[in-house]
């Protein structure tokens, strides 16, 4: 091609241009391929070891999966038993086929980490997140869970209210400890900020040691501590450890 155009300069596209190309092409077909292995892989599931494990899938214009979501016989077991707590998170676009994994999770009466379903999206938005969690209901007999947990992402929650409204929404420890080390990186801010998140203060108390938070690390600006609190109702222990069971989570 190159001979018969005279050199790269009279091809319109550099060679770069050509390898990304032919890179999305292979990763199209490696998606294609893997798609129809996976569905292969749960009809036979279903026919010959579990036939009551639960599987849907979506897909686009063009034939192509854009969202999966699967729960075997012991998942859906574990859930009509231990419904009390979802805790649903997402990691984004971490595997080879660029899509968020999703996750259902939740506990049993051990404390010992139990899975409700999983699932691969197009995408995190509304519509891919409305899509999975009504398909959830759907395998699980239309069971809303009575604390949904998550990462305190705004189209998860935005799905959430619309597909689970008799469900309350919290926010996840584990994240908010995370991210209140990655943004103020103070080990001595983070350990005082647990306390708030798990104590049972009551809510004038809560109130009192936060202002004292502000003071002591002069946050008062903070554009992150000022997000934190504006969702206090979703995470921290005082505003409802009274009357909602949440598995800690």
Known sequence: MVQ???GFERLGFTQKDAY????AMHRAETVETDSEGLLGYLASKIDSIDQTLYAKYAIDEEDQLCHIFWSDSGCQ???MCFSDVLAFDTTYRSNA?????????GVNNHFWTRVFGFALLLNKKIESYKWVLETFLDCMH??????????GDAAMKAAIILCFPDSTHRLCGWHLSTNATSNIKSPDFTKA???LLYNHYNIPQWYERWD?????FELHDNA???TTYEQRFHWTEAFFWWNEYYAEL
């Open 4 to 6: 018969q155009a005279g």
């Open 20 to 23: 990304n190309k032919a890179a």
């Open 77 to 79: 077991r574990d859930y």
């Open 97 to 105: 086929f660029n899509k968020p994994l999703v996750m259902f999770v």
């Open 142 to 151: 239309r069971r809303q869970p009575a604390v949904v947990v998550t990462d």
């Open 193 to 195: 900020f647990r306390k």
């Open 212 to 216: 004292a938070l502000l003071d002591k």
């Open 224 to 226: 992150w501590a000022a």
